[in-house]
């Protein structure tokens, strides 16, 4: 099935993703723990389930002490970095987490690194960075590989699918970050704000008024 073509926000941020992924894989190899590393295999080619699942990894750092570490470059939105740095890449970016899983699968390792980059850093300073060690899971990988298999056999025996987000609960399923949300929920259209009878309206401006009086009076004490 065709989705629509890439949005041009889309394609952008791939964009930045490539101008970024070689500095923060350089940052990387000169401060993650147990620097410095030499970086091997970038845009290795990898393969899981007898080639269903093909990626490119951004690259491998080699230390000193002969470990070897994946390592996976991202660019990410002020918003994107600070939810990454507060709840940790599985809880913020389960995409990203199942991404390295199976590119630690796919390339043999057992441990590697997301690297985040805020690219919305202040150009006071030189660039926010984190990383996290994320360690192979065999087990998450096995169950992931397995549902995607599934999802392959109903796809060649022409069984519906049901999608597994809709837009009213997923913003990455509403057009146009999805290529195929217009096929998936056709009927769906973003709910448009209804406005406010002048009543309610007059009543709203007078809470807005308090409100900006109390946050005054609250800014004062602080």
Not at 7 to 13: I, N, S, T, Y
Not at 64 to 71: A, M, N, T, V
Not at 97 to 115: H, K, M, N, P, R
Not at 139 to 157: H, M, P
Request: proline letters at 7%; glycine letters at 6%.
């Amino acid at each position: 099935v065709k989705g629509a073509p890439p949005w041009e926000g889309q394609e952008r941020a791939f964009a930045e993703g490539k101008l970024h992924e070689a500095s923060i894989l350089a940052w990387a190899c000169e401060n993650l723990p147990g620097a410095p590393y030499e970086l091997h295999n970038e845009q290795r080619r990898v393969e899981l389930a007898d080639g269903l699942l093909v990626g490119h990894i951004d690259g491998t750092g080699l230390r000193k002490d002969g470990l070897q570490f994946l390592l996976e470059a991202k660019c990410l939105a002020k918003r994107g970095f600070q939810e990454l740095r507060e709840k940790g890449v599985k809880e913020a970016f389960p995409q990203y987490f199942t991404q390295v899983q199976l590119y630690l699968a796919g390339a043999g390792l057992e441990a590697g690194y997301l690297v985040a980059r805020n690219k919305e850093t202040p150009k006071t300073r030189l660039w926010d960075m984190h990383y996290e060690l994320i360690e192979a899971d065999p087990v998450f990988v096995a169950d992931t590989v397995g549902e995607l298999i599934r999802i392959q056999v109903a796809i060649d025996k022409r069984i519906e699918i049901e999608p597994p987000y809709t837009p009213e609960d997923n913003w990455q399923c509403r057009p146009p970050w999805c290529e195929y949300s217009h096929l998936c929920h056709p009927d769906w259209n973003k709910p448009v704000e209804k406005a406010l009878p002048k009543e309610e309206l007059a009543l709203a401006v007078e809470e807005y008024q308090e409100l900006s009086e109390q946050i005054k009076e609250l800014t004062e004490q602080r």
